[in-house]
């Protein structure tokens, strides 16, 4: 078990199960070619039934994402209490207005090559939403409830050996069972794992690192098997993919082996430096080989101390992280490795260095990504105890489930040295009474139970009972979301020595849109359903990014701050909970497309060190607002500049510490509109211009510009392409406030998979191609084919010269 204080965790942790050697063990992944259908009583399950008018799909599939938009679709009349709110007002957006509710069937025929007696066959789900029923051949495997939860079944008794079987899945989706939209179908990869009767035991092997110094690292491996092996041989090897060490023991412990193995010189895992090294375990019965899995890992060590914080190996730092939900924007919440890998390489260009999966399971992918590319992670499992926020949310399941939910959540990824601490719930109302506390020891003890190396914590929000019932005192780590005037109260009450900013800012912006006069606000409204792009305007129970700056750089305590959210994602249209057509939130620094909004600009100011940040805010196209007061902005990690409109200097600002806007961003607030350039010099501390940024006013739009994330893509059928579409006037200006409808053609290699302009109240649906630009810009989603060759993309829209994009697929691995 953990010693309360100080927390010490050491960890080295492998990654994903993968395999090799079918002579051993085949790892089938189902992902092409199953049946799809929506509707009630389809009774598929019964062998006899014809598909031939169900829809063929692939998996991961989401089948409410193409919509329509319909804001009848989950209205809700509801007071959010977490909210503050104490009125039931209807909500319409609140789960993003798609068709996610219902019941659907999927089945699949599979076979099982040489199939005997010897063979044990297990079905692996890493989410269906929600509450999948399973069925092999007609007959009932089992079910399970919470739709973001991992999960298998053994169905070896259910084969029919050398024949065609048949899988179907049933899901059922019910109104009033979320908070945001959590798309629909079976969203994550199934596979099916043949093993021999004598094997490794699914999501039961477990590394840690008992010690790590600069010469070694102790390397712990429990194996968990079935049947009756006679041997283990592990090789571990290095990121140049050399054998290190090996080791061979046959004692087993029960139904457990355990080994240590030394690495000498062990290179530290960290989000700077991602080294993974890579396990083979082989498992020998009288007769030979019987199983064989190979895994990455990293070597790390964390430690959460009273007054000192975090350190990870060794060095104190705070968490510099975003809260993501699981949707990727128009892509709806079907995982796909290229599209979680675009958001990483967005984030990490801000100098993000950790994510927390609000408020659940986060993909197997996205943590495999995380290793690689140097992310931590608090992987989270809920929103809801026993107690409800939504009427037919998980409070329906936490008795029966809670337990196995968490168990397979740490089983399943507890070896990737990413998560550097779990949390056992989000805001749940089970913050108030004793039963609650309870809970969550009963929680804690379960995650410590499953995983001593980490620490849990809870996303709390009703600091003052928590701090009264003892609940924030029982936990690893107390998380506090938003509450920045109760965070030195908290420190002292609670005993931990440190404080985490689990979910911070919410703040709220649309993309290249900005309100006057420019003043901070709370729960600010506007006709056009928008909010302004100024980042004055949070929620009434939350902050500005500058609030929680302050924390983070005064108080030493403090260890780091999870803002609310990296992205924009489907649902909780906050401000505009209440007003149709909105269904999408506006609290992301990055838009539902991807793009960055300002705020971007602004945490990169802070979080990147490795690069200069110096962006100008707003646009310059106020045709209309001559001479009127139009302040300006500058995002910098420069402490002072000078400002020129059309060559005139409008002064030098100096970040001060008149107020956290003042301290962390410069502010030009008296500028009077003229169209023109704006020119921004900044300065170093030394008084000399370092870098200068200049905006101009557009003219008409003119042409399409087409920007990829990405020239050549991977021809494997699921790779994407993103790119940016915007206008340009005749010189070959940006035009920021351009909204013209535009088409897209795609040929060649690749199809067209999705249009985002994130717009938060648009009705367009994401999987036709034509959409109309908001604030100057869109992105266009190609997906490859499994053939090589030419993509072209061509972007048409009136009176403007097309745009033309040529893309390539190729059969040679490209680093996505
Ligand atoms: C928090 C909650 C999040 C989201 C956010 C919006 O209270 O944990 O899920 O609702 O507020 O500000």
């Not at 019987?290 to 060095?315: A, M």
């Not at 979910?503 to 928008?530: C, L, N, W």
């Not at 690069?611 to 001479?627: A, F, K, Q």
């Not at 036709?768 to 100057?776: A, I």
Request: proline share 5%; charged share 25%.
């Amino acid at each position: 078990m953990i010693n309360k204080y100080p927390l010490v965790f050491l960890c080295c942790l492998f990654y994903q199960i993968q395999f090799i050697g079918s002579q051993t063990r085949e790892v089938i992944l189902l992902d092409k070619d199953w049946k799809f259908k929506k509707g009630k009583s389809l009774e598929a399950h019964k062998t006899s039934f014809d598909t031939s008018s169900w829809e063929t799909v692939s998996v991961p599939h989401d089948w409410a994402i193409y919509g329509p938009f319909n804001k009848d679709i989950d209205k809700q009349v509801v007071a959010i209490e977490q909210n503050g709110e104490q009125i039931a007002t209807e909500k319409t957006g609140r789960t993003g207005a798609l068709p996610y509710i219902g019941e659907a069937w999927y089945r699949k025929n599979f076979q099982i090559p040489e199939f005997d007696t010897n063979k044990r066959v297990l079905i692996v789900f890493e989410g269906a939403m929600s509450e999948p029923e399973i069925f092999v051949n007609g007959k009932k495997v089992g079910e399970w409830k919470y739709g973001y939860s991992y999960f298998y079944f053994d169905i070896t008794n259910y084969i029919n050996a050398s024949e065609e079987n048949l899988l179907a899945v049933k899901l059922t989706n019910m109104g009033l069972s979320s908070r945001w939209y959590p798309g629909a179908g079976l969203f994550r990869k199934v596979q099916l794992i043949v093993t021999q009767k004598t094997s490794f035991k699914q999501w039961n092997t477990f590394i840690t690192t008992p010690l790590i110094t600069d010469s070694l690292a102790q390397i712990n491996i429990k194996s968990e098997v079935i049947g009756k092996p006679l041997r283990l041989e592990t090789e571990i090897y290095n990121a140049e993919n050399n054998l290190i060490v090996s080791n061979s023991s046959d004692v087993l412990f029960g139904d457990k082996f355990e080994e240590n193995l030394g690495v000498k010189n062990p290179k530290l895992w960290s989000p700077e430096s991602p080294y993974l090294y890579t396990a083979k375990l082989k498992l020998y019965d009288d007769k030979g080989l019987v199983d064989e899995i190979t895994q990455r890992f990293g070597i790390r060590r964390i430690s959460y101390q009273p007054n000192k914080g975090f350190s990870l190996n060794g060095k104190i730092r705070k968490f510099k992280g975003v809260c993501l939900h699981h949707d990727l924007g128009p892509l709806g919440v079907a995982v796909n490795k290229a599209a979680l890998k675009r958001q990483l390489r967005i984030l990490k260009d801000m100098g993000c260095d950790a994510i927390r999966s609000a408020h659940n399971m986060p993909s197997i992918e996205q943590l495999e990504l995380c290793d690689e590319m140097g992310f931590m992670f608090i992987a989270e499992s809920f929103d809801e105890w026993a107690k409800p926020k939504v009427k037919n949310g998980y409070n329906r399941f936490f008795n029966d489930y809670a337990e196995k939910d968490v168990v397979n959540l740490v089983g399943a990824t507890r070896n990737h040295p990413c998560i550097v601490m779990w949390s056992a719930g989000n805001e749940v109302p089970d913050q108030w009474g004793a039963e609650g506390v309870k809970r969550a020891k009963w929680l804690q003890d379960i995650f410590h139970r499953e995983d001593p190396t980490r620490p849990v914590t809870v996303g709390m929000d009703q600091v003052e009972a928590t701090m009264a019932s003892g609940f924030g005192a029982l936990l690893d780590i107390p998380g506090l979301n938003y509450r920045v005037h109760l965070y030195e109260e908290a420190y002292k009450r609670f005993p931990q020595g440190f404080i985490l900013g689990s979910e911070t800012a919410s703040t709220v912006s649309s993309r290249g849109i900005y309100k006057f006069p420019v003043e901070r606000a709370s729960m600010k409204t506007y006709d056009d359903y928008q909010s302004s792009s100024y980042d004055l305007e949070h929620c009434s129970w939350s902050n500005l990014p500058d609030d929680d700056f302050v924390l983070q750089d005064d108080k030493p305590w403090v260890i780091g701050e999870f803002v609310w959210t990296g992205f924009d994602y489907l649902g909780e249209p906050t401000p505009y909970d209440e007003v149709w057509p909105s269904r999408s939130s506006y609290f992301g620094i990055n838009d539902l497309a991807g793009l960055p909004k300002d705020r971007y600009y602004l945490y990169r100011s802070r979080w990147n060190t490795n690069d200069n940040t110096l962006h100008i805010l707003p646009h310059w196209n106020w045709e209309g607002r001559e001479g009127e007061t139009t302040p300006v902005f500058v995002y910098t990690n420069y402490n002072s500049a000078e400002l020129f409109l059309n060559g005139k200097s409008l002064g030098v600002q100096r970040k001060n510490s008149a107020s956290p806007q003042n301290r962390y961003r410069l502010m030009w607030m008296d500028v009077n509109y003229e169209p023109g350039t704006l020119k921004v010099v900044a300065f170093d501390d030394g008084g000399n211009p370092a870098a200068e940024k200049e905006i101009r006013t557009s003219g008409k739009p003119h042409k399409i510009s087409l920007k990829p994330d990405r020239m050549v893509i991977n021809a494997d059928g699921k790779d994407l392409a993103f790119i940016t579409v915007s206008v340009e006037d005749k010189n070959g200006i940006p035009c920021p406030t351009a909204t013209n409808q535009l088409e897209f053609r795609v040929n060649g290699a690749g199809t067209f998979r999705a249009v985002c302009n994130g717009d938060a109240t648009s009705l367009e649906p994401f999987h036709l191609p034509t959409m109309k630009l908001f604030s100057g810009k869109l992105v266009v989603v190609i997906q490859s084919s499994d053939k090589a060759g030419d993509i072209t993309l061509e972007v048409k829209g009136d009176d403007l010269k097309e745009g033309i994009l040529r893309l390539k697929a190729s059969k040679v691995k490209q680093n996505m």
